[in-house]
């Protein structure tokens, strides 16, 4: 359904990424920002899903900047892999690509994120950071307790699964206390990427209903 093409940010640096289009007249346009696992065959298969949706979405390849056309799968020694690349990380410059992915879509109607993992701490940052968007979903973001003195500027949902190693629930209330705004949602029975279901971790009941909800906040919030 989808494409492989070139985005140029502001910078001047230019990386791929992977576009989706509806069928008929798009609702609105969405950037989704991958997992440290590259624009792989999921978060394709996501564009693809929000495509059949009604939206435009592009997924930027924020790991082009120090590692091209990278993508993986979840096997432990990818994830050990993936997981090398995460002191390379520079939210700016990360910022500086979700903006160009933005840039690509902006004629199509109001534009939204979403994230998953790394990603969902990039699309809250995005909401907090870039103007132009209407709203962000964040699903379990690792990060964003680490940045939630920050101000969205549109409306935020957050999905975090309550079995997650890796985000702890003391950090999901100190979100809820600093965000009191956001819509936040916790998953008694996920693990941390529980909507991806080329992981182990995935649990479909909780990502059934996720997903669900997201699309009820963007249909709410993008118009």
Sequence with gaps: MG???????A???????????PAGKP????VVVQEIFGVN?????????????????????VFDRFVRDFECGYTPDEIAHARSYL?????????????????????????????FCMGGTAAFLAATRLSG??????????????????KPRCPVQMHFGAKDPHIPLTDVEIIKQKQPQAE?????????????DERGSYHKPSADIAWGRTMDFLKKNMK
Aim: proline fraction near 3%.
């Design 3 to 9: 494409k492989h093409f070139s985005l140029t940010a």
């Design 11 to 21: 910078d001047q640096h230019k990386l791929g990424a992977y576009r989706a289009d």
């Design 27 to 30: 609702k609105g346009g969405l």
């Design 41 to 61: 065959h999921h978060i394709r298969g996501v564009c693809d899903r929000l495509a059949a949706e009604g939206y435009v979405a592009v997924a930027p390849a």
């Design 87 to 115: 002191g390379n990380l520079n939210w700016d410059a990360m910022m500086q690509d979700v903006a160009a992915a933005m840039g690509d879509i902006k004629s199509v109607g109001p534009l939204g994120v979403i994230g």
């Design 133 to 150: 968007l209407s709203a962000a979903a964040c699903y379990y973001g690792g990060m964003i307790v680490k940045f939630s003195d920050e």
């Design 184 to 196: 936040i949602h916790v998953y008694p029975d996920a693990d941390h990427g529980f909507h991806c």
